[in-house]
Each structure stands twice: as structure tokens, then as C-alpha cells.
């Protein structure tokens, strides 16, 4: 029965990780810019936060899940707003592209960036509510160790997903030219402004 939860949550993990969004922007940037690591720790911080709101959703933490929802136009609106910050320092970065952000998509600030940006998507955890609910997890009583496994799943699935896209994007990396370095970075932060704006926008109504 373990292994199953594992590999259920494995698929849920990929499956929600893969669609293409700020943080695959994010990822595809800076493996760009950096290479593989720099867009595999953005990835991380990304399944982490998966991971937590499986946490969430499958120990049965209705408080905490209801708070989130509760305050989801102020989450939604910080998020927006560093998602706007974020693409702005992009945008500017075109006179220098490859120096630029280097500590950040390097260093923990990479990480976590990518992790405060997930976790201000509240609307999430309701996903993981409604599938772990058909799973028979997340209520009173439930099972802690499929839960867990399931978690791990998630985890590693979204995991595999940031693994997969880095290591793509990584390809191209020392093949590109400063020119083409600055059309990516004006391209990849406008478009993350743009999902910043959306995200604002979507948090009012």
C-alpha cells in the first residue's frame, strides 16, 4: 500500500510541477545564465513548497489550509508584487546579462525565492486537499505513514520535473551569446511582470 501512495504522489508531483509558469520562467532563465545548478536549486525551492502544502493538505491541518485561503488576497498580492520585482531586475539586467543576479540564482536567494513565490499561490493547496481527499487522506484518523509516502512522492516528483527542465535548458548555456543572453532576460521578465500583474489583479476578485 506504501509504494502506491509513493508512486500516486510521484505522478501528482510531476504532473503539477510541469506546466509552464513564473517559476519555469525562473528556472529556465537562470539555467541559462548560470547553468543547471543555478536553475535546479530554483526548482527545489519550488518542489519544497509542494511539498509543504502536501503536508497540508495530507496530515489533516484544516486550521492552517483554512488561514491560507482565508488570506489569500494579501498572499496573492505579495506574490504578485515580488513577482513584478523580480522580473524588473530582469529587464535590467540586459546591459550585463550574465553577471547579473549571479549570487541569487547561485545561492540560497535562489532557493527561496523560488519558494516564497510557490507558497504564495494559496489557491494550490486546495488541489492537494481535493486529490488527497480521494485518496482517503487528510481527514481525522488518517493514515500517517501513506501520507507521508505520498508526500515523498510529491516531492520527488516535482523534483524529477526541475531536474528534467535545468538540465535541458543547461544545454544551451555556454552556446549563447551576450546579445542573445539580453533578448532572453528582457523576454523572461517581462513575462514574469506580466504573471505579476495577473497575479494582483486575479487576488481582487
Known amino acids: 500500500m506504501t509504494v502506491s501512495f509513493f508512486i500516486k504522489g510521484?505522478?501528482?508531483?510531476?504532473?503539477?510541477?510541469?506546466?509552464?509558469?513564473?517559476?519555469?520562467?525562473?528556472?529556465?532563465?537562470?539555467?541559462?545564465?548560470?547553468?543547471?545548478?543555478?536553475g535546479l536549486l530554483t526548482g527545489t525551492g519550488a518542489a519544497t513548497a509542494d511539498?509543504?502544502?502536501?503536508?497540508?493538505?495530507?496530515?489533516?491541518?484544516?486550521?492552517?489550509?483554512?488561514?491560507?485561503?482565508?488570506?489569500?488576497?494579501?498572499?496573492?498580492?505579495?506574490?504578485?508584487?515580488?513577482?513584478?520585482?523580480?522580473?524588473?531586475?530582469?529587464?535590467?539586467?540586459?546591459?550585463?546579462?550574465?553577471?547579473?543576479?549571479?549570487?541569487?540564482?547561485?545561492?540560497a536567494k535562489g532557493y527561496f525565492s523560488a519558494l516564497v513565490l510557490t507558497l504564495t499561490n494559496p489557491m494550490t493547496i486546495l488541489s492537494f486537499t481535493a486529490v488527497f481527499a480521494g485518496m482517503g487522506l487528510g481527514s481525522v484518523g488518517t493514515d500517517r505513514w501513506d501520507a507521508g509516502w505520498l508526500v515523498a512522492g510529491v516531492f520527488s516528483g516535482s523534483m524529477a520535473w526541475w531536474i528534467i527542465l535545468s538540465s535541458a535548458s543547461s544545454i544551451f548555456n555556454s552556446?549563447?551569446?551576450?546579445?542573445?543572453?539580453?533578448?532572453?532576460?528582457?523576454?523572461?521578465?517581462?513575462?514574469l511582470v506580466g504573471f505579476g500583474l495577473v497575479a494582483i489583479v486575479a487576488g481582487f476578485n
Open 10 to 38: 510521484l505522478i501528482f508531483g510531476f504532473s503539477i510541477a510541469m506546466p509552464v509558469g513564473p517559476i519555469g520562467v525562473l528556472c529556465i532563465r537562470r539555467s541559462l545564465a548560470h547553468g543547471w545548478r543555478a
Open 51 to 107: 511539498a509543504l502544502y502536501g503536508c497540508i493538505a495530507g496530515f489533516g491541518l484544516a486550521g492552517l489550509s483554512g488561514l491560507l485561503v482565508g488570506q489569500r488576497v494579501w498572499i496573492q498580492l505579495l506574490g504578485g508584487l515580488f513577482l513584478c520585482y523580480l522580473g524588473l531586475r530582469i529587464v535590467l539586467a540586459t546591459a550585463d546579462p550574465k553577471p547579473a543576479e549571479e549570487s541569487s540564482a547561485l545561492g
Open 175 to 191: 552556446r549563447l551569446r551576450p546579445t542573445a543572453m539580453g533578448w532572453i532576460n528582457w523576454a523572461s521578465g517581462t513575462i
